[in-house]
């Protein structure tokens, strides 16, 4: 009784099989980008990618698909609402538009977004403030065997986007695909992605954001209020300095108000200033802003200068190893 139904389970398992060789044989040339080095802050900017189909089909069959980009960006450039993404071909030119969060990438369980950030990541940024934004086309293509090499078949996606208020120098994320393939991690021949070189955004608001370059100190998270839990840390192994190879370095602390009056100021080398041991060469301190300064409820910590020291306070590192204090904002957007 059950073998018509057996027999019907292997003939769809053979059309699954095949299917899969057929499509096997098509892909996406190498993606490249143009990104411009400089911004300025508030302004928009355009970012290119460049790709094209190479499709290897088992004739007479075709191949039909939507093209699908994704922009991995900074979260306060706010691209989700401003980011405006449209593509030129030889097939014909049209816009992008962002994939629903309720839409389920089929291979990952996740929405779009964050499929793409699980699978791609930040690249080469040291720290991760940024987030994938995935589009698709609202045309579809239909590809025919070996149909590049009798025309065009690249093209290029446009990106125009509003590169938001700071001052940072950051690298950016790029991606194209097929909507029939997913985002399947062994999948090489539909899913191209790249990081740009760094892109430096001047004339901003506060101190220069750098994502991309090693960092003595860094402060987590990236934003945050006077009134949060923020995490200051020290990593010995970036560049040598007078604290190297100490067992015992403190910071030296002062907090300034939005007039850049001195609000706070810690001097002191005990437990409160003391860093504690963390991954590899990495020193932190975790504080309390408002409580590690003592703040009255009606004052607020506009930003903060440190330095480390040693023991004594007379072995002084300051930003990139020079007698000038690391800086650190307080902003939330």
């Keep these: 009784m059950n073998r018509p139904f057996q027999r019907l389970k292997y003939v769809y398992l053979f059309i699954g099989v095949g299917m899969t060789i057929f499509l096997m044989h098509c892909g996406l040339t190498a993606l490249t980008v143009t990104v411009p080095a400089t911004a300025k802050a508030n302004e ?34 706010n ?110 021949d539909y899913k191209k992605f790249t990081f740009s070189n760094p892109i430096e955004i001047y004339e901003g608001e506060g101190d220069l954001l750098d994502f991309v370059n090693p960092q003595l100190s860094t402060v987590q998270p990236v934003k945050s209020f006077d009134n949060d839990i923020i995490t200051l840390s020290f990593d010995a192994g970036v560049i040598e300095t007078e604290l190297q190879n100490l067992d015992d370095v403190y910071i030296q602390i002062k907090a300034f108000d939005e007039s850049d009056q001195l609000v706070g100021e810690i001097n002191t080398r005990d437990i409160k200033s003391k860093l504690k041991p963390s991954a590899g060469k990495k020193i932190l ?46 902003r939330c957007q």
């Design 44 to 77: 928009r900017a355009t970012f290119y990618m460049h790709s094209g189909a190479q499709p290897r089909i088992e004739e007479p069959n075709t191949y039909t698909t939507q093209l699908v980009a994704g922009i991995m960006v900074p979260k306060s450039w």
């Design 79 to 188: 691209a989700r609402q401003n980011a405006v993404l449209t593509y030129t071909s030889t097939k014909g030119n049209g816009t992008l538009r962002m994939i629903p969060d309720s839409e389920t990438e089929p291979v990952s369980g996740l929405n779009w977004h964050q499929a793409a950030k699980k699978m791609f990541g930040v690249g080469p940024n040291l720290i991760d403030d940024f987030e994938w934004i995935i589009y698709r086309s609202t045309q579809s293509f239909t590809f025919t065997n070996n149909e590049d090499e009798r025309a065009d078949l690249s093209f290029d996606v446009k990106v125009e986007c509003s590169v938001g208020s700071e001052n940072m120098l950051v690298s950016l994320g790029f991606y194209v695909g097929s909507s029939i393939e997913n985002l399947r991690p062994d999948d090489t």
């Design 285 to 330: 301190l975790d504080i309390w802003p408002r409580g590690y300064f003592n703040m009255q409820p009606n004052a607020q910590i506009a930003r903060l200068e440190y330095f480390y020291t040693d023991g004594t306070g007379t072995k002084k590192v300051g930003y990139g190893n020079t007698d000038q204090p690391f800086k650190y904002t307080f």
